[in-house]
C-alpha cells in the first residue's frame, strides 16, 4: 500500500490505522480478514452492477473475483469525511494474471456502524482493463 501521496485525510489516527489494515486485507486478498471487518448485513455495490448484501455473500463473490487478477496495490489519495462515513480516492494498481500492470482511478464510500464494522461499501472505478 502507498501512502506518500496522501494529500488530505480527516479520519482519526484509530480509524485511519483501523482502515488501513482493511486495505491491507484487499491488497493481500486476505477474505478471512477482510471478513472481520464486515457486518453481517453488510451492503456491497460496484459501479453499475446492483448491489449484494450479506457478509456471506459479499466475502463469496470476493474469493472469486480476487482470483481474475494477480496483485493489487492501493496507493491512497485523499479521504475525505468522519469516521463513520467517508470516501477515499486512490489509485488502484493492479497486476493481472497475464503480467501487465494497469492503474485504475477509483473512489470507495464506506459506513461504519457503532461497533467499527462496515455496514455499506460502495465501489465506483471501471475495471474494464482488467479484462482487456
Known sequence: MKTNQLRINQLSSQTYEWYLAYLQAIDTKNVEVYGTFLADDC???SS??????????????????WTTFDNLEHELLNIYGSDSSFVLEALNHYKRN???????PAVAITDRNQAGLV???????DTTPLFV
Open 43 to 45: 451492503v456491497m455495490q
Open 48 to 65: 453499475q452492477n446492483s448491489p449484494i448484501q450479506g457478509k456471506a455473500v459479499i466475502l463469496e463473490g470476493l474469493s472469486y473475483y
Open 98 to 104: 497475464d503480467g501487465k500492470v494497469v492503474t485504475i
Open 119 to 125: 455496514t455499506s461499501v460502495r465501489l465506483y472505478t
